[in-house]
């Protein structure tokens, strides 16, 4: 099945069956966003993955009681870094030039650069930078997720902090972003499952400029 094909399949699941999600293809769907590409590198977010029947009663509370969480097999959370520091940065290039063989002073320039932009900017702007990074691991989880035939539900409706206090977020220095709850639609009980997928039309989607 091609991309095109697994993204006409997939919607945003409105009740799912309960079914077990096997861990090769949750594996893989989470190798799918940690290969995603990101500012520089940086992977500035994680992923938490929760299958605790209890944890996910308390998660949906939090988001408006969308019964997804309860009935999905995994759910994953997606969280940014609060903030980008030095010392992180220096963490992750160290890591890589480490795995290529090559010595910090390498890269020792470009880091310096990085460093000198984002400690110049707030928490807040660094956060926001870092959030809109998660979302492109998210979106190729997403996209690995169709392909495999997995459903899974887009969420951005709960409240962050709450839902970073459940998990101790900021003693990780993390800050949640979005909800990926993952397992098998319910087309019975699913008012959406098998109405027509609707899309803006491609001529109105694209501007070309010549």
Known sequence: MSLIEALNWRYATKKMNGEKVSQDKVDQIL???????????????????????????????VAYGQEQITDASHVLIFAAWDNYTEERIRSVFS?????????????EDYV????????????????????????IGFGVALAEAA????DATPMEGFEPEKLD??????????????????GYRDEAGDWLANLKKVRTPL???????K
């Open 31 to 61: 190798a799918a966003a940690r290969l995603a590409p990101t500012s520089s590198g940086l992977q500035p977010f994680k992923i938490i993955v929760v299958t605790n029947p209890e944890l996910k009663e308390k998660i949906k509370a």
């Open 95 to 107: 890591y890589t030039n480490n795995e290529r063989g090559v010595p910090d002073s390498a890269t």
């Open 112 to 135: 310096s650069r990085l460093i000198g932009i984002y400690t110049n900017k707030t928490a807040e702007e660094n956060f926001h930078h870092a959030a809109k990074q998660a979302y």
């Open 147 to 150: 392909l495999l035939k997995v």
């Open 165 to 182: 206090e459940l998990l101790g977020l900021k003693q990780k220095g993390l800050r949640s972003t979005t909800i990926l709850p993952l």
């Open 203 to 209: 001529a109105d989607f694209v501007i070309e400029i």
